[in-house]
C-alpha cells in the first residue's frame, strides 16, 4: 500500500488499523476476539515494516498493562478489543486514568451481556461513557459512523489523548468493523509524535524524576488527584462534537450515533418524503456528550426519538439534556439485531399521528 494521501476500498477494521500506522502509533497491544480480529490481523502484517511494536498477549488483562508501561514511558500506543474483552481491561483504565497516561482504546462492540454474540451492538455506551471501572474518571469517547471515520477517528483519538493526558476510546460497532467502504487515507506521519516531559524516560540531571502512579494512600493526596481530573474534564466539554440534520424546522428530532444515525437518515428522508417534518442530532462525541444543542432544539420540537441498538443507553442523557421540556421517546434493538430505516419510520409515525391528535383536542 502506497504511503501518500490515497482513496481505498477497504474493511472498517482495517482503514482504522491502516489509519494507525498513519498517525505515528509506535506500539500495539492486543488480542484476537471477533468482530475486531483484522486489526490485530492486518498490524501483525504490516506494523513491524513501518517501525511499530506489534504484540498479541495473553490476555485482555495483560495486554492493557502492557499499554500502561509502554504509554506511560512516553509511546504512542493503542489497543483494541471487543465488550468482553473491554470489560476484562477495566481496571487498567482506571489505573491509567489516574496516572493521566494517554492511550487509545478502541472498541469493535457485539451483542451483550456475557459473551453474548458476534453480531453488532451499541450495549457499550454506559461502559464507554460513564467510566466501567472503578472511580471518578472519564474516557473521551468518539462514534464513527463510516469506514472513513473509523479512519479519521484513530488522528483525533491520539490528538486528544495526548493533548489532555486521558485516555481516548473510538466505540464501534461489529458492522462499521465489517463493512467495506471508500476511505481517503491521510499520508504517513502526518500526526508525528510529540515529547512527553511527564513520561518515565529515564532521569536527567535537570530535572526530579518522573513517578506515574495510581496509588495515593492519603486521603487529602487522592482528594487533590480527583479534584485535579475533574477540572481536567470540565475542560474537555470544550471537545464536544455533533452533526445535526434538518433539524431548523423539525417538529420531531431523532438522536442516534454510529450506525443507528445512518439508519436514522434513512428513515428522515423517507418520512420527509411523506410530509412528516424529521431532523437528526447525532452525537460524535459520546463524552462530552452535545447537550447543548439538544436543549436548544427542545425549544422549538414537540418530540424526540432516541434510536439505539441497545436497550436505551444513551436515553438516559438525552433525557438530562432535554429536561422534561419535550416528550423523548425511544426505539432499541438488541443483541446483535439492528433496527430497519422502515421499523424507525413506523415509529415516528406513531409519535406523529400521537402529536396530531393532541393538537387536534387542545385546538
Do not use: C
Not at 50 to 67: H, T, Y
Not at 141 to 154: G, H, R
Request: net charge neutral; charged share 20%; glycine share 8%.
Amino acid at each position: 500500500m502506497k504511503m501518500n494521501s490515497e482513496i481505498s476500498l477497504m474493511k472498517g477494521n482495517e482503514a482504522l488499523a491502516e489509519a494507525a500506522l498513519r498517525a505515528g502509533m509506535q506500539a500495539y497491544f492486543g488480542y484476537p476476539i471477533t468482530p475486531q480480529s483484522e486489526i490485530l490481523e492486518y498490524l501483525a502484517v504490516h506494523g513491524p515494516k513501518r517501525g511499530a511494536v506489534i504484540l498479541q498477549a495473553e490476555s485482555e488483562l495483560a495486554a492493557i498493562n502492557m499499554v500502561y508501561g509502554a504509554a506511560g514511558a512516553g509511546a504512542r500506543v493503542m489497543i483494541s478489543s471487543s465488550s468482553p474483552g473491554i470489560s476484562l481491561m477495566q481496571e487498567g483504565i482506571s489505573y491509567m486514568a489516574s496516572a493521566e497516561i494517554p492511550f487509545l482504546i478502541v472498541n469493535v462492540q457485539r451483542g451483550g451481556p456475557g459473551l453474548g454474540t458476534i453480531q453488532p451492538s451499541q450495549g457499550d455506551y454506559f461502559q464507554a461513557t460513564k467510566g466501567g471501572g472503578h472511580g471518578d474518571y472519564r474516557l473521551i469517547v468518539l462514534a464513527p459512523a463510516s469506514v472513513q471515520e473509523m479512519a479519521d477517528f484513530v488522528f483525533d483519538g491520539f490528538r486528544l489523548a495526548e493533548k489532555y493526558r486521558v485516555g481516548t476510546m473510538i466505540l464501534a460497532d461489529g458492522a462499521l468493523g465489517q463493512m467495506m467502504e471508500k476511505v481517503t487515507l491521510p499520508p504517513a506521519s502526518s500526526l508525528p509524535p510529540k515529547e512527553k516531559p511527564w513520561a518515565t524516560v529515564g532521569k536527567p540531571s535537570t530535572r526530579e524524576r518522573n513517578i506515574l502512579t495510581s496509588l495515593f494512600i492519603q486521603p487529602e493526596k487522592m482528594e487533590e488527584v480527583n479534584l485535579k481530573l475533574q477540572k481536567k474534564y470540565r475542560d474537555i466539554q470544550s471537545e464536544v462534537r455533533y452533526e445535526a440534520i434538518q433539524v431548523e424546522d423539525a417538529e420531531i428530532v431523532l438522536v442516534a450515533f454510529g450506525l443507528s444515525a445512518r439508519i436514522s437518515q434513512k428513515a428522515l428522508e423517507l418520512a420527509r418524503a411523506k410530509g412528516i417534518r424529521v431532523g437528526l442530532v447525532r452525537p460524535i462525541t459520546l463524552y462530552p456528550f452535545p447537550s447543548a444543542i439538544l436543549s436548544q432544539i427542545a425549544l422549538s420540537v414537540e418530540a424526540f426519538l432516541v434510536v439505539e441498538m441497545n436497550a436505551g443507553q444513551m436515553l438516559e442523557d438525552v433525557e438530562l439534556a432535554v429536561r422534561g421540556v419535550k416528550p423523548v421517546m425511544f426505539k432499541g434493538r438488541m443483541g446483535g439485531m439492528l433496527p430497519s430505516p422502515e421499523e424507525v419510520l413506523k415509529e415516528i409515525e406513531s409519535l406523529a399521528a400521537v402529536r396530531s391528535a393532541s393538537s387536534a383536542l387542545i385546538s
